[in-house]
């Protein structure tokens, strides 16, 4: 997914939303009365970033308020938890996140775990790959590993967040390689500034969704080096994948929209039908084609997404606890 996309759904739906943003509740009792702040906890340009602004577009003419996506980057998305935590339990502030949700707390970044957010659904699971620079001196897979193992220099990996998510993976991916430890993690706060500086030549390699830099991959911005998933992808056959080299696969990075616990349950309701209704509408179906999102099942309700996030917090537990991070 791109931003030249994003640009061509906003322009298409600019009027549509301007007719329909104000509220029109006759009473405080009805949710919403008033406008909806909807935080990500990370910067502009990726695919978090991107996934809140288009999936908000008919939540906004659902419920016939004004949302406003902010972006509260900072700490892999912990400074975004912190500041919904200290906002009323009333669906006024949601916050859209990803995997972080269950990481930040173990890792200490943050006082709060995921059950101190009311899940309202999750949409979608995101694909991890490994993307080079074309300036990089490696231009596949197999090239990147024999630089690695050459031991010059250690390779320059980018990804958002420190200890994040995206590193996580990545180092599932490494350990397998026998290579973690050629390697420097260096973290951004935002996934356009990695970009940047990866087609800048200052990084030699990242974490990255291939539908958010399919574009770029398709221009030659990009060289796709390595998909964490059991078997390629039909979009780029020729890029390897986890599965084919015997590798450890991490669990798939998903996106959801959550509250902060206590909110009451019919607004989880409200938000969660309107949520989910959103993504039956013909502009989201686009952004999930065109961003690779259809591949794999991934929409959860409120109660599955609670269930799911126990689940995971023990899975991330061990991991972490196996890479010592």
Known sequence: MNIAFLKRLITGVAVIGILVCGTTASSEDKFPSRNIEYVVGWGAGGGSDIFGRIINMPVRRQLNTTISVVNMPGAASAISMEYVQKQPADGYTLLG?????VSNHMQNRTKFTHRDFAPVMRAHVDIGMLQGSPKSPFKNWQELI????????????GGTGAASFDQIASMIILESAGIADKITYIPFDSAGEMHAQIMGGHLDAMYEEPGVTLKMIEAGQMIPLIVFTKERLKKLPEVPSAGELGYDIPPMMWRGVVAKKGTPDNVIAVLEQAYTKAMESSMYKAFEKESLLDLFPGYMNSKQFAADLDREYELYKKIIEKLGK
């Open 97 to 101: 996140l990803t995997s972080e949700l």
């Open 146 to 157: 024999a630089f690695a193992k050459k031991g010059e220099r250690k390779i320059r990996l």
